[in-house]
């Protein structure tokens, strides 16, 4: 007997526009399976079903694997999922206008090139091919938008301190008119985009992120237009610019990924003018420690990070090794905590971990959306435990 609420896979396939076998290929190949099945096997989907359809069907069109497909969506059709999800679906269709018409260009070009000079510039055929294969590139930044998206939801929505994380990092930073800065691992600009409003109007800030799908993000959300700001893909172990070049250097959480923290302190000491600044943002050991716990008392197998950061460069440890190379220095602690009533961004600030969850959640993905949601009622008490070094040249 059919269900309240839910459709057969006839019906369901005939309302979402798609043929009976591409919905049982992908139940086939655990990318949407359905909400009932019945003893006798008849399946059936319910609306929420066609949230996780519609990302497939997006991402199939713009040119990604059903084994990309599983990894890049999630069964929710919450609407923080969904609007998170949208919201990141938006930036992947404009990256891929982008990267499209960086292919349209490259046609033309080769084509006129051949045109001519009745040769064939097999170089230029060869860039022309490796542009035309960019879905793992879109994909990685899609994934680190998606994590990064997460995160930054979590404590834009639960956080107790009212200021906000980047407005009180601005608050901190040492400069004013003529100051040249350079901001490395600028992920998507957030720190200027939230301090728009009180940037002095005769500054350079260099932008940098060793994703240049990161710097897109950046100038896509400034704007092509502020001359103040311009962009640069590098690995902020070899800075491309000469000695004493920069009043402040700023680095948001970014050291405790560097594979040798020492070279990019001695790269960012040499850049810095005398008297210059080095700003540097870490967590302490105690930062966000009830989420670890949390999905661990679902799952004891579950490590959120293969790396504890703090332990590469933290709160605790993060002195001793600026020490060596900047005169002095300070840290300055961000006094917050967060208490999340709702589960659904907490679940997504999880799966946005470095660790190995997916592996232990996908599957029970239902199950622990109810444990978190038993956890979240009366609010869910997370510590925070993050600030600033600042590091005087």
């Keep these: 007997m059919k269900k309240s609420g839910y459709y057969s896979s006839g019906e369901f396939a005939r309302m979402a526009h798609v043929t009976l076998r591409t919905i049982r290929y992908y139940d086939k190949q655990n990318i949407l399976k359905p909400s009932f099945v019945t003893e006798a096997g008849a399946r059936f989907y319910t609306d929420e079903d066609f949230a996780r359809l519609q990302q497939i069907l997006l991402l199939k069109y713009l040119g990604f694997s059903l084994d990309d497909i599983r990894e890049m969506t999630i069964a929710d059709s919450d609407y923080h999922f969904m609007v998170g999800s949208l919201k990141l679906q938006l930036k992947l269709v404009q990256d891929k206008i982008e990267q499209m018409q960086l292919v349209e260009k490259a046609i033309r070009d080769t084509t006129e090139v051949i045109q001519e000079e009745h040769t064939v510039d097999w170089s230029r055929m060869l860039n022309l091919i490796h542009l035309t294969g960019m879905e793992k590139s879109l994909k990685n930044q899609y994934q680190d938008a998606s994590n990064i998206s997460a995160r930054i939801n979590l404590h834009s929505l639960y956080a107790k301190n009212q200021k906000g994380w980047f407005p009180w990092i601005f608050e901190q930073l040492p400069f004013g008119d003529n100051s040249r800065i350079l901001e490395v691992g600028c992920g998507d600009g957030a720190l200027w985009r939230e301090n728009e409003k009180e940037l002095p109007g005769k500054i350079e800030v260099i932008l940098s992120d060793v994703s240049a799908g990161m710097l897109r993000d950046a100038r896509r959300t400034m704007g092509s ?165 600042l590091c005087a040249k």
């Design 225 to 389: 237009k502020d001359k103040r700001f311009s962009y640069q893909s590098f690995d902020c172990h070899k800075i491309p610019y000469p000695d004493q070049s920069f009043d402040l250097v700023i680095a948001n959480h970014v050291l405790f990924y560097c594979e040798d923290i020492e070279k990019v302190c001695q790269e960012i000491y040499r850049v810095l003018k005398p008297g210059g600044v080095f700003v540097c943002s870490t967590y302490g050991s105690r930062h966000m420690k009830e989420v670890s716990d949390l999905v661990q008392g679902f799952d004891e197998r579950i490590v959120l990070s293969a790396d504890k950061l703090y332990e590469r460069f933290g709160k605790e440890n993060g002195a001793d090794i600026l020490e060596k190379y900047f005169q002095s220095v300070e840290w300055r602690e961000y006094e917050d905590s967060l208490v999340v009533p709702d589960p659904e961004p907490l679940i997504s600030y999880v799966l946005s971990c470095h660790g190995n969850q997916a592996q232990y959640l996908v599957e029970r993905y239902n199950e622990f959306r109810g444990y978190v949601r038993k956890k979240t009622v009366g609010g869910f008490q997370i510590t925070k435990e993050a600030g600033i070094f």
